[in-house]
T-cell receptor
Framework: NAGVTQTPKFRILKIGQSMTLQCAQD?????MYWYRQDPGMGLKLIYY???????DKGEVPNGYNVSRSTTEDFPLRLELAAPSQTSVYFC????????????FGPGTRLTVT | DAKTTQPTSMDCAEGRAANLPCNHS???????VYWYRQIHSQGPQYIIH???NNETNEMASLIITEDRKSSTLILPHATLRDTAVYYC????????????FGTGTRLLVSP
């Protein structure tokens, strides 16, 4: 199993540009999450999904959108990028039965200038 | 969710035991203690969890006090690769699980 994969690893955006961060998992997990981590801080939840077609907002959803058309994929869309969105973005997944462990991807480092 | 308090940083000599404390004085009866760690620039990694009994796995041991208001993560023989930020998280086990990551403890293992 590849686990949780994220692309791209790094990206630089100009203010106002848009992009999609890709996340995929091959563990057939129902729950998927998007977090952001600012320098020196803990992770903050952006959006989550409990299954295909079902998504909901986390703590810091403004400026982001998500979709979950399949169990495997959970892309995060940034519209009109702003410098405040400069961060490292982590995707994670968890099985319904595996209630104690979230599996995290390697992260995408995004800079908005 | 119960809040947790951890020291900002700790040092440990390679080969010695690293004991990382966590206070969670407002923990509820159905809340578990989870530990994750984050090695520089990588995604967090699950280490161990427990409810009220001490737990051990191949990575670490978790000691929870009898009143459950605090716990200690023990890395028995720390290596340089254990240098990381360690997060103590308290959460109910079932259902949708939002992990609230604080700033954790930065453990530096030195030769």
């Amino acid at each position: 199993n590849a686990g949780v994969t994220q692309t791209p690893k790094f990206r630089i955006l100009k203010i106002g540009q848009s992009m999609t961060l890709q996340c995929a998992q091959d563990m057939n997990h129902n729950y998927m999450y998007w977090y952001r981590q600012d320098p020196g801080m803990g992770l903050k939840l952006i959006y989550y999904s409990v299954g295909a077609g079902i998504t909901d907002k986390g703590e810091v959803p403004n400026g982001y959108n998500v979709s979950r058309s399949t169990t495997e994929d959970f892309p995060l869309r940034l519209e009109l990028a702003a410098p405040s969105q400069t961060s490292v973005y982590f995707c994670a997944s968890r099985d319904i039965g595996d209630t104690y462990e979230q599996y995290f991807g390697p992260g995408t480092r995004l800079t908005v200038t | 969710d119960a809040k947790t308090t951890q020291p900002t940083s700790m040092d440990c000599a390679e080969g010695r035991a690293a004991n990382l404390p966590c206070n969670h004085s407002t923990i509820s009866g159905n809340e578990y203690v989870y530990w994750y760690r984050q090695i520089h620039s990588q995604g967090p990694q699950y280490i161990i969890h427990g409810l009220k009994n001490n737990e051990t796995n191949e990575m670490a041991s978790l000691i929870i006090t009898e009143d459950r208001k605090s716990s200690t993560l023990i890395l028995p023989h720390a290596t340089l690769r254990d240098t990381a930020v360690y997060y103590c998280i308290v959460r109910v086990r079932v259902g949708f699980q939002k992990l609230v990551f604080g700033t954790g403890t930065r453990l530096l293992v030195s030769p």
